[in-house]
């Protein structure tokens, strides 16, 4: 690959993997994927459309295998829900989740949500965006790849409404301490609780096996929660 090549592909914050993919996850793609999924286009949702009412709406990057987006879904039925997902394995066991609990109120994009946000999303639609673990690339040379940066939170301050709330958790204090300094020094964003301060877990934010198994070990998780204020 040349240098014109990566400019234009742009640096992803994500490996593509393809990982093992179960039969019921192969048919959840297969069948479930054009009724509780959306195609990604360069034209913007229409909101109301897709889910036949006006509600507010939330948005998760990177939701893994979707178990915590689906228990926040299912407790929230006011809200209307994107989950957005490059991992085909997760997107099969979300879908799958979809379909067992009814969940009419969520929706599912298989792409790079970078993308998804810019080309999708018109500006002021979200009331909150959720990132919750995202890849820390702890290795000073990937530094660049970490998907929290000025860049991403320009394109968010436009996505969000205003008073809208960006909602960011991890298990890493050195990747928590860098979303502190870019964050609190992004034009648009307030910290909820203040310049240089993480926030208390909010109740929707359901706790991971993998979470409770590391506060077990005395291993801390960062919640952080800034608002659009212009």
């Known amino acids: 690959m040349n240098d014109d090549s990566i400019k234009r592909r742009g640096i992803r914050s994500f490996v593509q993997r393809q990982g093992r993919i179960t039969p019921s996850q192969q048919r959840a793609l297969d069948e479930l994927l054009p009724r509780h999924g ?105 530094h660049k790849r970490r998907i929290v940066n000025a860049q991403f939170a320009e394109l968010l301050r436009h996505k969000l409404a205003v008073g809208g709330v960006w909602h960011l958790a991890t298990d890493w204090q050195e990747y928590a301490e860098w979303m502190l300094a870019h964050l609190d020094a992004a034009p648009g964003f307030e910290n909820c609780a203040g310049r240089g301060q993480c926030s208390e877990r909010p109740e929707y934010r359901p706790l991971t096996r993998f979470e409770q198994r590391g506060m077990r070990l005395g291993h801390g998780v960062w919640d952080l929660l800034y608002r659009r204020c212009d």
Do not use: M
Not at 56 to 66: I, R, T
Not at 72 to 77: L, T
């Open 38 to 142: 959306l195609e990604y286009r360069a034209d913007t949702f229409d909101i109301a459309a897709i889910f036949g009412r006006e509600a507010p709406l939330w948005l998760e990057v990177g939701f893994g295998n979707g178990d915590s987006l689906a228990q926040i879904a299912a407790a929230q039925p006011q809200i209307d829900f994107i989950g957005v997902e490059v991992h085909r394995p997760g997107v099969g066991k979300l879908l799958n989740s979809i379909e067992q609990r009814g969940l009419g109120n969520l929706r599912v994009v298989c792409h790079d949500a970078v993308e998804v946000l810019r080309d999708c999303l018109p500006d002021a639609a979200l009331d909150r965006l959720l990132l919750f673990f995202p890849d820390p690339w702890h290795k000073k040379r990937h």
